[in-house]
Structures are given as C-alpha cells and as structure tokens.
C-alpha cells in the first residue's frame, strides 16, 4: 500500500495512537481486497449504518468512548441509519417490554453519536441522500458509506464513488478522511460484466426486478437495458423513487452495490456501452422471468393463510413524492371501497425531515384520516426479534422480505390488504 506522508504520518502515530488504529484498520482492509493506495473521502458528509442501541453491543461503545476520548471525531459530519424505536408504532405490551430491553443502550448510544458529529438530532434514516435531508454527494465524489440501499443508490442514481464497507469501517473512513481504492472507486471496477435485457409487457415491478437482478449477478455489475421506456425515459422523482427501491432489493436479494441503467443513470447516460466489458454476460427478464422469481420466495409465516397483522410500506425509507402517491391511491381505494380507515395497522416509513415536508401538505390530514402511522423507524429492526418474528406482517419490501419473516406483496396487493385486510 503507497501511503501519502500525510497518511503514513496518521499510521506512525503523528495523531496519537488512537487514530494509528484507525488508519492500521483501514491499510489492512484495503490489503485484504488488493487496494495499492488510499483515496481522499471527499463527500462533504458521512453516513452510519449502526444506528441501534443494542444491549448487547458493548464492544461498539467502549470503541466510541475511546474515538471520543482520544479526540478521533469525525472529520465529516454525519446522518446515520433510521432509529429502532417509535412508541406510535403498534405494539404489545410484551413487545413493548422487549424493545425496551433490547434498545437499553439506546439514549446513551446517541449522545455518543451527537458527540462524535451527527449532523442533526433527527439525522437518521437510510434515504440520507434525498434533498430533504441534506446528505446528497455529488457525481465522482468518494464516499466512505455501509448502508446497502444507500451505498447502491449513491454509486448508481448519483454517480458517486462508493464500496460496500462494513459498519465501523466506513466511520474509520469519515474519521480518517481517506478510504482504500479498490473495487467500486475505479474505472475498471465500474464496468458492467452482465447485460440485463428487460422485456416485460409492462412497467416491472420495482422490487421484484431489482430482487431478479439481484439474485442473477450476485456483486457484480449490471447494465440495464429496456428499462427507460418504463421509468419515462429520463431521472425525474419517479424514476429515482423506482430505482432507489429497485437497488436496494438488488442490494439486499443480491449484493449489487452499482447498476447502471441505459439512459438514464448518469455513467450510462455519459458513457453508454463502453461501460460493458467484452465478455458480459446476459440475463433476460421477461413477465415469465418475474414471476418464477417471485414464486420462489419461501412464506415463512407460521400460518401461511393468516390474516396480516401489520403492514409495513418504506424499506428504504418512502420519498416524498412516494408518500403523496401512496396516499392518493389509499385514499381512493377507500372511498372506493366505502371506508374511512384502513382495515389493518398500516405504517408508513420516511425520513424525519421527509415527514417534516410531508406536513406541510394538504396529503398529510388525509393519510392522517386514514389511520396510517408515518414513522422514521426501521421496520426490520422492529421485526428482527422473536415476538415481532412470529406475527404475520405483510410488506411491498423485498429487503424487508430478504431479512425476516416478512411477506412481501407488491404495491397493488399492500393497497388491498390495507383496504380489505387480507390479499
Ligand atoms: Fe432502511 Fe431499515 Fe429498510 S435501514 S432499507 S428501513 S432495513
């Protein structure tokens, strides 16, 4: 690994010891993926994928008293994933138990972030990069993220510079100001070593497509072709609503950390086909292709014929174009259906600050009306634990899906069960 003196300064201990490990940690990341030098982290913030006070994750918050300690603070400020908690959420008294359990470290896990430079109180949500949370990195900017969906909707829809890092590595990045060069920070490792040929007769759905492609190439590469005529031919709200959810099933189903999508992304628009190597190969998704993929994921509900409990619609969290359209067509189905109020709990997921926005709109008393929760939580962080595992919750997430009992639906079916309570 070629250091700068300046790094190599760092990791001789010029800054103390404390950020000597930092940096050793980092050298020995990149030497593990063949990195030969390090690349300045020039996003002018940082985003953490840790964002839950775990009782049982002491080593994390020892290793933040020491960061504090020894004055190892972010060099960048940061948002962080969505909180774990949300006492509007529906619960039971047990599970209400539990969580408060399991969450213990909760308050004193934040006061550890604010201190190690969170940009705001409410900073916490996986969609940091929408324009109503202010953590956006521009095209060609090194990011040093974790969060999956983030990281996949960075390197694609914004055209930054971003590996799939771990938790605590990518804040050694932000702490250290460089992350190693490897993989999705070079040309070569941006280059698409599968076409996928979209040939469906009709606009796919997001989270089933991005689940297929997923599946498919694993962390490689995509090309996406056929796909633009769906998303309107150009990368408006919509179509960055579509491929934020579409990535983060490809991310989660799959580990695709950069896709590039024919006329559209920024690379493929700039760079077309150059951006395919020689030997891809190709994946065809046609309407027949979708639905064996979505024929294959496994109910794993105890009672595969129970009645929903709960839905969860906004993993990732919902844009604020996405919570308007989700309000219409709930409203609509309603009226539609001679009812005022949803007929199972529903909640809804966005941002702090993208809820913060969504109040000011007339939308909002209406979804209000309706009996729908809007929450910043992580739903998978309510359901990952044994009382949340054994209820059946339905979603349209397919990461959601991916990562706990969840049941996944598609958009049209959430609206129904929403509506009729049971699809
Ligand atoms: Fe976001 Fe939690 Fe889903 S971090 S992508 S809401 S699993």
Not at 262 to 287: F, N, S
Not at 288 to 294: D, G, Q, T, W, Y
Request: proline content about 6%; charged content about 20%.
């Amino acid at each position: 690994m070629r250091l700068t003196p300046d790094q190599q300064a760092m990791l001789d201990g010029a800054k103390g010891e404390t950020l000597a490990k930092v940096m050793k940690t980092l050298v020995m990341y990149g030497e593990a993926f063949g990195a030969e030098e390090m690349v300045p982290v020039t996003a002018e913030k940082g985003h953490l994928v840790t964002s839950f006070g775990l009782s049982m994750m002491k080593p994390v918050y020892d290793l933040m008293d020491q960061l504090i300690e020894d004055g190892a603070v972010n060099g960048q400020k940061f948002s962080v994933d969505p909180r774990p908690l949300d006492p509007n959420v529906p619960m039971n008294l047990l599970q209400k138990l539990v969580f408060k359990f399991m969450y213990s470290k909760q308050d004193d896990y934040e006061a550890q972030l604010r201190q190690l430079g969170l940009l705001e109180d409410d900073a916490f949500t996986c969609t940091c990069y929408l324009p109503q949370v202010g953590n956006e990195p521009k095209q060609g900017q090194v990011l040093s993220w974790a969060e999956s969906s983030a990281v996949v909707y960075a390197n694609s829809v914004l055209g930054a510079r971003c590996n799939r890092n771990s938790g605590i590595l990518e804040l050694f990045g932000s702490i250290a100001g460089c992350v190693p060069k490897f993989g999705l920070l070079t040309d070569e490792g941006r280059k698409a070593s599968w076409v996928v040929q979209v040939k469906t007769s009709r606009r796919p759905e997001a989270q089933i497509l991005g689940s297929a492609i997923g599946m498919k190439v694993m962390e490689d590469v995509p090309y996406i072709q056929g796909l633009d005529q769906w998303l309107g031919g150009q990368l408006d709200d919509a179509a960055k609503a579509y491929l934020k959810d579409m990535g983060a099933a490809s991310a989660s189903n799959g580990a695709v950390g950069l896709y590039h999508v024919e006329g559209i992304t920024p690379e493929a628009c700039q760079q077309g086909k150059i951006l395919i190597r020689p030997d891809a190969q190709v994946y065809v998704i046609d309407d027949a292709e979708l639905e064996r993929v979505r024929a294959s994921y496994p109910c794993i509900w105890k009672d595969p014929n129970a009645k929903p409990k709960l839905c969860f619609v906004g993993c990732p969290h919902l844009s604020l174009e996405q919570l308007n359209q989700w309000t219409g067509a709930l409203c609509a189905a309603l009226e539609q259906a001679g009812r005022k109020t949803v007929a199972v709990p529903t909640v809804f997921t966005a941002a702090p600050a993208v809820a913060k926005a969504f109040a000011k709109t007339p939308a909002a008393d209406r979804l209000k009306g309706t009996g729908v929760v809007l929450s910043s939580i992580c739903p998978l962080m309510y359901m990952n634990n044994p009382l949340s595992g054994k209820m059946p919750v339905a979603t349209s997430s397919n990461k959601l899906r991916t990562y706990s009992s969840a049941r996944y639906y598609t958009d049209a079916e959430m609206l129904q069960i929403m509506v009729k309570g049971e699809c």
